[in-house]
């Protein structure tokens, strides 16, 4: 059975005392069976018969949870730097949209690239988020937008997962934007989503999610419950893209389906933010996308106060927040959105496996859960988040394998 030693400090990433304090436990040692954690306690408790075998050093480094990228966009042909610039010249988010930019600017790169350019380029995304300590991958769909490429999408998706030791999670995100084949009958590609593309990738296993960006100029509120429910009827657990750019009813309408997590929040109102504590969804907090937007970030203390669970993600995605480094999100979202350390790294972890549905199963180190952690050259979680550097990652474990060893 292999065992992790040497191990200063480890962060079990349980809330005992709720998300603003660490369980910690001291000199520790980790030992695991297959995928699966065994045992996890003070070094000099560890039963003699778990130290026959493999050995590794934590070389008295921090140890984490692997951490949970639970919002990224991973498959996407092309990059929009054009945009990034256009953006500091003064041309709002809405306004490149509106001009056949962004998203759809991405669709039809997309659309263009090959199933092997798109493989290529996501497992390049895949290892370098490895080498952070991210085990955990949502992954959207919502750059075909069409039935043949949504699919492909989400079967490129189902490839990867089948190869790779870190856990590849998939949402179906038809509902981005309205294509433009469909500019002119918005309710015929509604139809598509839910008559047809719901059905079908529910059928065939090839997402776990539905998700919706409710926005202006994307889709509306009536639009997305019809999207949700269709997905819920095939087995699909809602999530909604919701008041990033204006208030518009998006974390109201994920507290009335009963969502996994609502995503963005910048604008949310009072009332969703009540309404979300009681529904207990998830908030998944995404800072690059305010920082690359401009925006104010979502009210963290307001959400935490109430009582909803704040998650961080990346958001990875080429207009909006081109990085899937998810530790300097955790920075952002600290000193942006005045979240402590202990909240941002159970956000990053414990919570963010909440808002996919996998609780039970990964995002903190406990025996029974899957063999996923980090091993950080850190002193604690305080000093990681603070000392901004491009990578303190020195070993991650996802699924009992090892997929990243700094050399040296
Ligand atoms: O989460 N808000 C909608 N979707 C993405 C942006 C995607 C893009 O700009 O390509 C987001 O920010
Ligand atoms: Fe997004």
Redesign the pocket.
């Known amino acids: 059975m292999p065992v992790l030693l040497d191990i200063a400090t480890l962060v079990t990433g349980k809330m005992p005392r709720g998300p603003g304090h660490l369980d910690l436990v001291p000199e520790a040692a980790i030992a695991w069976q297959g995928d699966r954690i065994a045992w996890v306690g003070p070094a000099a408790e560890l039963p003699a018969v778990f130290t026959r075998e493999e050995r590794h050093s934590a070389r008295g480094g921090l140890v984490i949870p692997g951490l949970v990228d639970c919002h990224t966009?991973l498959a996407f042909g092309g990059w929009r730097a054009d945009e990034f610039e256009a953006r500091i010249r003064g041309e709002s988010y809405l306004e490149i949209a509106a001009r056949g930019g962004?998203?759809r600017s991405?669709v039809a790169q997309t659309r263009a690239a090959s199933r092997e350019e798109l493989r290529r380029r996501c497992q390049a995304h895949l290892a370098g988020m490895a080498r952070l300590g991210v085990t955990t991958i949502e992954a959207k769909s919502g750059y075909g937008l069409t039935l043949e490429h949504e699919l492909a999408l989400l079967e490129l998706y189902r490839e990867l997962r089948e190869a790779s030791p870190q856990r590849i999670v998939a949402t179906l995100l038809a509902a981005?934007v309205v294509p433009p084949e469909y500019q002119d009958r918005r309710a015929d590609y509604v139809e598509l989503v839910t008559g047809q593309l719901v059905p079908q990738v529910g059928a065939r296993a090839l997402a776990q999610f539905c998700d919706v960006?409710v926005?202006e100029g994307a889709f509306s509120i009536a639009e997305a419950r019809q999207i949700l429910l269709a997905g819920q009827a095939h087995g699909l657990i809602p999530k909604l893209?919701a008041d990033?750019l204006t208030s518009g009813g998006g974390a109201e309408l994920a507290a009335e389906v009963g969502a996994a997590s609502a995503d963005?929040l910048e604008c949310i109102s009072d009332a969703g933010v009540r309404q979300m504590a009681a529904a207990g969804v998830v908030a998944v907090s995404?800072p690059f996308?305010s920082l690359y937007l401009g925006q104010a970030p979502l009210p963290a203390r307001r959400l935490l106060e109430a009582g909803v669970p704040v998650a961080v993600a990346t958001?990875f995605?080429?207009?909006?927040?081109p990085s899937y480094h998810l530790p300097v999100a955790m920075t952002l979202a600290c000193t942006m959105q005045r979240m402590t350390p202990a909240e941002v790294l159970h956000g990053a972890t414990a919570v963010a496996a909440r808002a996919l549905a996998l609780g039970g199963v990964t995002g903190s180190i406990v025996p029974g859960l899957s063999a996923d952690f980090a091993v950080l050259e850190a002193e604690s979680v305080n000093h990681w988040l603070y000392h901004l550097r491009e990578n303190a990652c020195v070993l991650t474990v996802a699924r009992g394998q090892v997929v990243w060893r700094a050399t040296a």
Not at 317 to 321: I, K, V
């Open positions: 966009h962004g998203i991405t981005h960006f926005e893209h990033q963005h995404l996308a958001d995605n080429p207009g909006s927040a």
